[in-house]
């Protein structure tokens, strides 16, 4: 037993290495020792059936991963919370043929939970979508994913897709893009082969469609989801679907579409804040590079990127892999300074974007606040007076619906609002705007003054 001991104390090392401190005391501070080695699995005893769950979903593979690295015979480790759990127990054993089965998923099998990392911006949504994972088709049916571009909505959705397939190789999951969606349907009407069609979408157990904004003006695709929707829906079939926005703000919907997403459960993603960041950038270079060449990678020169690009991950990501391979070609070692030569022309186009943007939304909070004999500062301040909180409310709406800016963005431009205070201002305005003619009339005026559309 003492070996193993060892081996557990060595992997909790590592997972602190790995994981941000608040995760690591969450998940494995509790967990110091070992319950029992048998038949090569080593167990570990978890208080309850959750935390079990959410280590097995998001971490276990990871942990093995580590384990077979540092060991030199194979060993599982599992996570209990009943000894009765340890009789009769056979490791898990790879199925090549689910090769096939996932071709036909469109999924992409690194999207999991074991590599989504999770912070304060998005731990509701992926302990929703566990929930989900585990029980599709009966718990938060439809599940709509919401969030601005680059925050993981796809990688959340296809995790529930993987989970499912790897726990039941014989389910039918269908990731696709709206897009994609309104193509097969295209070439279906077109080429009178919609029996192939229904095939497709109307006979699986989960269907995952992703950024269904895109289906917007698309009537009769829109006409033929609503009745894939129903007929998976009252089989008790899981849908889940991503858009960049809430439901109630999709534009050129149908009131039914909308209103059936609203049946079951939204959540957002927000936009993660440094210390999420630099944990993601962490996980990329752990993915990206040899164990050796991560090691010789300053914390500074992942907080130099993360404090550069801070709404959108994917982008984030891309320019650690360019920094990353410009200090490689270049051999070069990594530091601040190498980094910040690697990445300075893309963060040099950004500010200048960046300052074009902001003069526009300054025009905006400016206007307002001229139209309504308020301040600027009066504006964007913490005063929740009707006097203020109108204009703030028209200013906010404006800068998303006429620059379609990310909500956690104009948080930031009103005192760091959070998003969901923005949310909630621009759907009010929203819902005004087709019954009070008042309102109207003076977001009208506003409009003109800016000289926009």
């Known amino acids: 037993m003492d070996i193993y001991e060892n081996l ?26 070992i319950y029992k080695f048998f038949n090569n699995n080593v167990y570990i005893m978890v208080d309850d059936e959750y935390t079990k769950k959410r ?42 043929s689910s090769l096939n089965t996932y071709a036909s998923t469109n999924l992409n099998r690194n999207h999991t939970f074991n590599n989504f990392i999770v912070g304060s911006s998005n731990n509701f949504a992926v302990k929703v979508a566990m929930i989900v994972a585990e029980q599709p088709g009966t718990a938060h049916n439809p599940l709509y994913i919401f969030g601005d571009v680059g925050l993981g909505k796809t990688h959340l959705m296809q995790s529930i897709g993987n989970y499912v397939v790897e726990k ?45 904004q895109l289906m917007n003006r698309a009537d009769r695709s829109q006409d033929e989801f609503f009745k894939v929707f129903d007929i998976m829906y009252n089989a008790n079939k899981q849908i889940v679907v991503t858009s960049d926005r809430p439901a109630k703000e999709l534009k050129d919907f149908s009131d039914r579409i909308i209103s059936r997403f609203e049946w079951g459960l939204s959540i957002d993603i927000g936009v993660p804040d440094l210390k999420h960041r630099i944990e993601i950038l962490k996980s ?3 993915s990206i590079c040899e164990p050796s060449d991560y090691s010789k990678i300053p914390t500074e020169c992942l907080e130099y990127i993360a ?10 990501e891309g320019a650690l892999s360019r920094a990353l391979t410009y200090c490689q070609i270049s051999n070069l070692e990594y530091n601040v300074d190498n980094f910040a030569e690697a990445l300075e022309s893309l963060i040099s186009s950004r500010k200048v974007g960046d300052s074009m943007d902001e003069n526009n939304y300054a025009k905006i909070q400016s206007v307002v606040s001229d139209y309504y004999s308020i301040t600027v500062d009066e504006l964007i301040g913490k005063n929740r007076s009707f006097k203020y909180t109108l204009p703030r409310h028209i200013a906010m709406y ?3 619906s006429v620059y379609d800016v990310p909500y956690s963005r104009i948080g930031d431009m009103f005192g760091g609002r959070d998003h ?3 949310i ?30």
């Open 8 to 33: 557990w104390q060595r992997i909790l090392g590592e997972l602190q290495q790995i994981y941000a401190p608040e995760t690591y005391d969450d998940i494995f501070r509790n967990l110091t020792s």
């Open 55 to 96: 280590i097995n979903m998001m971490y276990l593979k990871k942990i093995n991963s580590i384990a077979n690295k540092l060991h030199t015979d194979p060993i599982n480790f599992l996570f209990i919370n009943d000894q009765s759990e340890i009789v009769g127990y056979t490791p898990p054993t790879t199925n090549y």
């Open 168 to 212: 039941d190789i014989n389910s039918k999951v269908l990731y696709v893009s709206a897009s994609q969606f309104v193509e097969d349907y295209y070439l279906a009407t077109r080429n009178k082969n919609m029996i192939n069609f229904y095939e497709k979408y109307r006979t699986v157990d989960i269907l995952l469609l992703d950024d269904v």
């Open 284 to 286: 990329k270079a752990l």
């Open 307 to 316: 404090t550069h690009f801070t709404s959108n991950i994917r982008e984030m």
């Open 398 to 400: 404006l800068i998303k």
């Open 420 to 422: 969901t205070s923005v």
């Open 424 to 453: 909630s201002a621009f759907n009010k305005i929203n819902d005004q705007l087709e019954i009070d003619t008042e309102l109207k009339k003076a977001v009208n005026d506003i409009v003109k003054k800016l000289g926009v559309e």
